[in-house]
């Protein structure tokens, strides 16, 4: 994909006068007007009856059977769907859908690992287990491969080089290197809180109020937040604060590679490995082996702030919900993810407090020169696989096609144009009642338009931006007005718009790394699952080491049981398999730069 930037403006006028208008609407497949099966083997080479040219006839009526988390987190009705956007789709492919909502929770993978033990899979699904589950479906023929079928019944994803790239990479990931998915939510999603997709957000407003302190090691760093909560150790509510902390099996996600996105690297199975968005280049040191590496700058950096007495000491046992509510509630002086970072944001406005923000430092700031400011996800975010006892799985291809478009895509996120937002000077516009909601209103919108109810089932991630009006495929992303402590921060910085600052000086700003990993060989499985548990308590050690002393006794004692687990040799199986697939991985990067 073209790195295809947007700019946070600060008034939505702004936007219009400046944006070109919206296209029409994706295109209807060509697919056969019974609802009898077509030959879905993989040498099929027939072809849809609808001769070139001709006007697509009525397609029958058909209900597919589908599972997933398709959107809206509260959208939890199951049975055939009903709002406006699923009509709209009934009404362009002749598709019903006939939903089993699938949340993102820990027991919804135990689910559908029992359904594909039964063999009871609806037609279409949403993989959630991972390599090993893909796999064992593919191994076991229960999921159809789509090669042929993708090349009869999807004209949009044949015509979109950034879909064909998503192709191109998860045939990468089969056993026998044929297509079994297709890759929703390519692209990047939106920041709520305006900034990189994961890195240094801390109390801008407290930031100012101390002078704005220099800052140029993320040691430094440290100091100031403590000084940070020193201002505010309690929040509104009179809960206690602290600088920054982690969740529970969680210090990977959430004090690791948050960081180490801020320096520019992309990191590969469990840490093992490392790579640079810029080179694409993979570090030939593992990266729990190399002390300059930035797993071990977090690492050092998480442990000053405790022995500071700043870092939360429920990380290392509180769940990822517990950080998220603690997150929303301000209890936190810095946070890593842009979503949390967000959700503080939307509370301090809603207690009318709109001038405390968590904004996110420039990664120039430290003296680095990378950073994923836009993280593209070249594969999708979420992978859809289509049973192999779907008795009409060119009906599923179609609905996948029509559904992957950038135009489908606006609709998702948006609703269907007339409902929350209209064309101006053929310019795609939100209503301003659309704007702001907060996430009551969200919802009662969404259940009225049907926007954002297949956000999570769609083509496009919120903030991708449609080439043909290069307007975000969600309005909101381009609408967001900047706070006053956002406009600090550009005025501090010298610039104009927030992407101004965070592009200064960067050599790249866009992550799309796309390696091919393989898989380890049956007698280094083993290893790897203990490893996980050896890393998790390893990282826990070094961060409540006392003091700097006992760090580097944790930290030597850390990186020589490595080699209890194997380290050396997974590091180089995965190494050994991306550089094999070097050359397939080039040919998709040509197509994303096309």
Known sequence: MK??????????LLAVALITGCSGGPAT????????????AAN??????QGEGETPAPLEPVTLTVMGNVG??????NGIMEDPVALYIRENTGVSIDLTMLPDSGDSRDKLNAMIAANDLPDLFCLNGGEAQFNNLVNAKLIAPLDDLVAQYAPNLNSDNDALAMIEGLRLEAPDGLLYKIGMNKGYWDSSAMGPQR?????WDLYKQLGYPAVTTSLELCDVLAQMQALEPTNKSGQKTF??????????????????????????????LMVNIDTKEIATTSPLKDKTSPLWESLKWSNKLNQLGAFDPDSFTQTYQNYMDKCTAGQYMMGVLTWSAGSANTTFITEGTPEKQLICLPSSLFGWDKVSLFDNMVKGERHWAIAATCKTPERAVGLLDFMSTFEFSRIAHNGLEGTNWTLVDGVATPKPEYIGLDEDQTLENSMTTGARTFRLFTGYASATVNPADNQSVDLLSDARPLTDMHKDFINHYGKTTMNEVYMEGMKTYTNSTLLNWGTLPEELKTYEANLKDYLNQGYVACILAKDDATFTQEQDKFIAGLDAYKLDEIFKTYYDNAMKSAEQTKAIYDLLDK
């Open 72 to 77: 809206s987190t509260k959208y939890m009705e």
């Open 44 to 49: 099929s080479t027939d072809k849809p009856a």
């Open 243 to 272: 600088a920054a902390a982690a969740w529970n099996n969680g210090i990977a996600d959430s004090i690791i590679w948050p960081q180490g996105i801020m320096m520019g690297y992309a990191h590969g199975p469990n840490s093992v």
């Open 3 to 12: 790195t295809k930037m947007f700019v946070i403006l600060t008034a939505l």
């Open 199 to 203: 890195g240094y957000y801390i109390r």
């Open 29 to 40: 497949s060509a697919l056969p007007t019974s609802a009898a099966p077509a030959t879905s």
